[in-house]
């Protein structure tokens, strides 16, 4: 199984911008989908992007339009550009490949390769 490591958590404003970076120990070109989950306390861990391997995003309607995600092959890694930041997107958030489509909800671990998770806290 790949190794993920995730990075570029932190405190930010409402309103601010952030960017997660994930850091795979293997080659990620052949793996289906690259994604972000996370989790806040007393929350489901939900899906907010993926990217397949031809490149195309999925995002949910709760941050669509100010997340962006993009993996590079060539290097190995996937990030999250994160804008327009509100005190709802404070959760863990955890990098995943998977071979497999993942579904919306997940538990932490249950499918596919996953990082230790980065903590985001949106707070003024």
């Known amino acids: 199984q790949v190794q993920l490591v995730e990075s570029g958590g932190g405190l930010v404003q409402p309103g601010g911008s952030l960017r997660l970076s994930c850091a795979a120990s293997?080659?990620?070109?052949?793996?289906?989908?690259m994604a972000w989950f996370r989790q806040a306390p007393g929350r489901q861990c939900e899906l907010v992007a993926a990217i397949n391997n031809l490149g195309n995003p999925t995002y949910p309607d709760s941050v669509k339009g100010r997340f962006t995600i993009s993996r590079d092959d060539a290097k190995g890694t996937v990030d999250l550009n994160m804008n327009g930041l509100k005190p709802e997107d404070t959760a863990v958030y955890y990098c995943?490949?998977?071979?497999?489509?993942?579904?919306?909800?997940?538990?932490?671990?249950?499918?596919?390769?996953w990082g230790q998770g980065t903590q985001v806290t949106v707070s003024s």
């Open positions: 995943v490949a998977s071979h497999a489509p993942l579904p919306y909800y997940l538990t932490p671990g249950d499918r596919g390769s």
């Open positions: 293997a080659d990620i070109a052949s793996i289906y989908i």
